[in-house]
């Protein structure tokens, strides 16, 4: 087991909260599938895909229990990312913390345990 996570805007989030699933962002929408992060990844994704952006949360889903509906694709150079073909339940999120701005302008992440595949 390990995590995967989906960054999303706290309006979202609520909104998945008040509906009881969460079923995408208008780009997962588009794909056809929920875009997700590994730990090793999810810097990165923040980095390329919501620079400068405020009011997000980081929502961590452990990956067994997404079931089939959860496929590594390649992307980016090759490398594999869990892609949901399915919606989220809020409530089955492991964890929601915020992703606030560092001073730097760099989204500042929970702390990571590197000998560990999860956020702290």
Same mark, same amino acid.
Request: hydrophobic residues 45%; glycine residues 10%; without cysteine.
């Given at each position: 087991?390990?995590?995967?996570?989906?960054?999303?805007?706290?309006?979202?989030?609520?909104?998945?909260?008040?509906?009881?699933?969460?079923?995408?962002?208008?780009?997962?929408?588009?794909?056809?599938?929920?875009?997700?992060?590994?730990?090793?990844?999810?810097?990165?994704?923040?980095?390329?895909?919501?620079?400068?952006?405020?009011?997000?949360?980081?929502?961590?889903?452990?990956?067994?229990?997404?079931?089939? *509906?959860?496929?590594?694709? =390649?992307?980016?150079? $090759?490398?594999?990312?869990? /892609?949901?073909?399915?919606?989220? +339940?809020? %409530?089955? *999120?492991?964890?929601?913390? =915020?992703?606030?701005? $560092?001073?730097?302008?760099? /989204?500042?992440?929970?702390?990571? +345990?590197? %000998?560990?595949?999860?956020?702290?």
């Amino acid at each position: 087991m390990a995590l995967v996570f989906k960054i999303v805007t706290a309006a979202e989030w609520r909104a998945a909260e008040r509906d009881g699933i969460f079923r995408g962002a208008p780009v997962d929408r588009s794909d056809g599938y929920i875009h997700l992060s590994t730990a090793a990844q999810v810097r990165e994704t923040a980095a390329k895909h919501f620079a400068g952006q405020t009011d997000l949360l980081l929502v961590a889903y452990d990956d067994a229990g997404l079931g089939t *509906a959860l496929k590594w694709e =390649p992307s980016r150079g $090759g490398a594999l990312f869990p /892609h949901l073909y399915g919606m989220l +339940d809020p %409530r089955a *999120a492991r964890w929601v913390k =915020p992703l606030p701005l $560092g001073r730097d302008g760099k /989204h500042v992440f929970p702390v990571f +345990d590197e %000998r560990s595949p999860s956020f702290k």
